[in-house]
């Protein structure tokens, strides 16, 4: 190989004068792209530097673009906000308050309020520094002007087992398109005298003792063995990789049952490009392969009623940054899960490392990943009857090459003695759950620390079934329920054991359950139901 000598000569020698590198004294500033006056402020991405207003209406725009070209929130509907106090979940509340300001030209007409979950129980914050975030946040959530819950993570412990069930879809405008919806709507603007008024900073209170106005009446901190209950819960969980999606699917049913026992039908979320762009990786690595399109589209859909959006899926991390550094967006950042392993602690760790590892050498890799993920559908998410859908994601169970799984055996194996015979079996929900579930699930601890209503939605769930395949089984020729077809139908649901069905001493053909007694499976976690 040619090198270069030390007096200049070498390959390429004379050719020309030889690039000079510019130093960081020797940078001059740009000019915005888009207004062609003002020095730019900051550089989004190779070749687009935008000065600070002009970013600022670039920001704006993108938000409301966003809103606009999906057409799915109405005007005058009920939308809940989810804060943690992060930087995009702050930058997207900034939005929806100057998108319902006065001086917005194309406002905001939908009717927004504010949910803060607390997770300091699981995040190693002491009481006395929980109180301390509380406050913090509900002074932000305050200056909003908007309502708001603050709701903590141990209340996911008491949420009924209704949480697991989609709610009955109802469109926001039966029979009218959306642009005549916006339209009646600011015909009745006018005809009430509001003209260009703000409609949504005069909003109700939220009803649930907590007021913009005063603090709750009601303690901040719940009860400490509520919260010991929780930490067992968190305790007992193997990964922290299992740890990071138990606590993402408490949090999403808690703004679930919020947004249904409160009327609002759209959650808001701030999940940005870079976030989606990790976590659709991640989730790919952890078997959900079948839904990415639900978990990391505009909209997931999947809870019927309430419907979650992603506004911020195509702002990315560093314009987030930006817009809180410049506008100053107040945030409250909370501590991560605590972890004694310092390198590569969970999937999403080295998903976010990797990825963002990439993108200092090559600033197009998020939103490669991110455009990627657009493609896909959600098609295969959506189940046909609930004896399809997964008990904790609620999406369509993934059951191609059910046969070829060893993930229900090697539970059985691990099980402790007592579980077998008698208590509560982890193998006996394996069946409810989707692949990605699954492997999520063996990680979980003893079946006696999962929340309640996940325990009783299995139940009922388990339950149903049953007493279809039984009245199935008792229409056939013979209306034996002993047979070998209907076992192995009940093989199939993972709960049938090595005993016979029959009472002891029983002649073959004969019922397993005598007249007017529910079926109960065999080998069922749970006791045998009493007769009416």
């Not at 946040?137 to 008491?158: D, I, K, N, R």
């Not at 506004?311 to 409250?332: C, G, Q, S, W």
């Not at 197009?364 to 896909?376: A, D, F, P, Q």
Request: a positive charge; hydrophobic letters at 35%.
């Amino acid at each position: 190989m040619c090198e270069a000598a030390e007096d200049g000569g070498g390959c390429g020698a004379g050719v020309g004068p030889a690039r000079r590198r510019r130093g960081s004294g020797q940078s001059h500033p740009r000019t915005c792209m888009k207004c062609r006056k003002g020095s730019a402020a900051l550089i989004i991405r190779v070749g687009d530097p935008f000065c600070r207003n002009c970013f600022r209406e670039y920001f704006m725009h993108k938000f409301r673009a966003m809103l606009g070209k999906n057409r799915i929130i109405y005007p005058g509907e009920k939308v809940l906000l989810a804060v943690s106090g992060g930087p995009a979940s702050s930058a997207m509340l900034r939005q929806v308050q100057e998108g319902l300001s006065r001086e917005t030209a194309k406002k905001l007409r939908f009717i927004p309020s504010v949910i803060y979950v607390d997770e300091g129980a699981v995040r190693g914050q002491s009481p006395a520094q929980r109180e301390q975030s509380l406050a913090c946040m509900e002074t932000l959530l305050q200056a909003t002007g908007f309502p708001y819950y603050m709701v903590h993570l141990e209340q996911a412990l008491e949420l009924p087992a209704s949480i697991l069930r989609p709610g009955p879809v109802t469109p926001s405008e039966p029979g009218v398109s959306y642009k005549e919806a916006v339209e009646g709507f600011i015909q009745q603007q006018r005809q009430k005298g509001y003209g260009d008024k703000d409609s949504g900073t005069s909003l109700p209170g939220p009803g649930s003792g907590e007021s913009p106005e005063g603090a709750p009446a009601a303690p901040r901190l719940p009860a400490a063995a509520l919260t010991q209950e929780l930490l067992k819960l968190f305790e007992a969980v193997e990964t922290m990789t299992a740890k990071e999606e138990l606590l993402q699917m408490l949090r999403i049913h808690l703004i679930l049952q919020t947004a249904r026992t409160k009327g609002y039908t759209k959650v808001m979320t701030g999940e940005t490009c870079t976030r989606v762009a990790i976590k659709l990786l991640t989730n790919l690595a952890l078997g959900r392969g079948a839904f990415l399109a639900v978990d990391t589209g505009f909209k997931d859909n999947r809870h019927g009623d309430v419907m979650v959006v992603r506004p911020l899926r195509e702002y990315m991390a560093k314009e987030i940054a930006f817009y809180n550094h410049f506008f100053d967006v107040p945030t409250v950042i909370a501590p991560p899960l605590p972890t004694k392993r310092r390198d590569k602690p969970s999937f999403r760790h080295v998903v976010e490392s990797f990825l963002l590892g990439l993108q200092k050498d090559f600033p197009s890799t998020i939103s490669t990943v991110y455009r990627t993920g657009e493609k896909l559908s959600a098609d295969r998410a959506k189940p046909s009857c609930e004896s399809e859908r997964c008990l904790l994601c609620l999406c369509a169970l993934d059951l191609d090459g059910e046969e070829e799984l060893a993930l229900e055996p090697t539970l059985i194996i691990d099980e402790p003695e007592q579980e077998r015979n008698g208590a509560e079996r982890k193998s006996a929900y394996i069946p409810l759950l989707c692949y990605g579930c699954r492997l999520t699930f063996k990680e979980l601890g003893p079946v006696t620390t999962l929340p309640p209503y996940v325990r009783a939605e299995a139940q009922r769930r388990i339950h149903s079934v049953c007493s279809l395949q039984c009245r199935d089984a008792a229409a056939e020729p013979g209306g034996s329920t002993g047979g070998q077809g209907t076992r192995q139908e009940l093989k199939v649901l993972g709960t049938v054991g090595d005993t016979d069905p029959r009472p002891s001493g029983a002649p073959v053909g004969q019922d397993a359950n005598p007249p007017g007694v529910p079926c109960r499976m065999v080998g069922s976690p749970w006791a045998p139901l009493a007769p009416k």
